[in-house]
């Protein structure tokens, strides 16, 4: 399996622009995560959907943040407009089970740069 | 407030001896622990788990120990190996929820030849 897929690695935008990060979850896996990590915040969960609908958003720092998953292989975040403070690593992850014992695996990151 | 902490951002272990990589919680509802490894530019990986009605659980090299009382866990590597030197990350949930996993904000792991 390829694992969770991210995409882009890299991205850096003027603020005020729109920003749209893409994720294809670990195929049969029901739960998907968004985190982003800061230096003053470590890891912190965004949003999580399961079977494609959102379960819990209340990581989700403001009305600029918006995610979506039309599908179980896809699921967008997308930050409109995007400020200075949103620049951080943005990690999508998925579970099998959504429980303890059924670990997370995640993507790689987009390592958002906002100027 | 930070109901996982990971008092030291870094480590420095010489290769064979043992790491310890230590970890407070404040949340007594907090049941299930778990660690996770993270390589630069890559996304964290999971390492090791234990739930709270243990206080031992060990995987080859790595053992995780829970002291419930002292709300703490650690993470020890026996024999540290060059490979081990990364990011690792605490996490804690409450009623075995992946969606309720809170994390630390990392202790960096520098394995010295």
């Known amino acids: 399996d390829a694992g969770v897929i991210q995409s882009p690695r890299h991205e850096v935008t003027e603020m005020g622009q729109e920003v749209t990060l893409r994720c294809k979850p670990i195929s049969g896996h029901d739960y998907l995560f968004w985190y982003r990590q800061t230096m003053m915040r470590g890891l912190e969960l965004l949003i999580y959907?399961?079977?494609?609908?959102?379960?819990?958003d209340s990581g989700m720092p403001e009305d600029r943040f918006s995610a979506k998953m039309p599908n179980a292989s896809f699921s967008t975040l997308k930050i409109q407009p995007s400020e200075p403070r949103d620049s951080a690593v943005y990690f999508c992850?998925?579970?099998?089970?959504?429980?303890?014992?059924?670990?997370?695996?995640f993507g790689n990151g987009t390592r958002l740069t906002v100027t | 407030d930070q109901q996982v902490k990971q008092n030291s951002p870094s480590l420095s272990v010489q290769e064979g001896r043992i790491s310890i990589l230590n970890c407070d919680y404040t949340n007594s509802m907090f049941d299930y622990f778990l660690w996770y490894k993270k390589y630069p530019a890559e996304g964290p990986t999971f390492l090791i788990s234990i739930s709270s009605i243990k206080d031992k659980n060990e995987d080859g090299r790595f053992t995780v120990f829970l002291n419930k009382s002292a709300k703490h866990l650690s993470l020890h590597i026996v024999p540290s190996q060059p490979g081990d030197s990364a990011v690792y990350f605490c996490?804690?949930?409450?009623?075995?929820?992946?969606?309720?996993?809170?994390f630390g904000k990392g202790t960096h792991l520098i394995i010295q030849p």
């Open positions: 959907f399961n079977n494609n609908v959102p379960i819990d």
């Open positions: 992850a998925s579970s099998l089970e959504g429980r303890w014992n059924s670990p997370l695996h």
């Open positions: 996490a804690a949930s409450a009623g075995g929820g992946a969606d309720g996993l809170t």
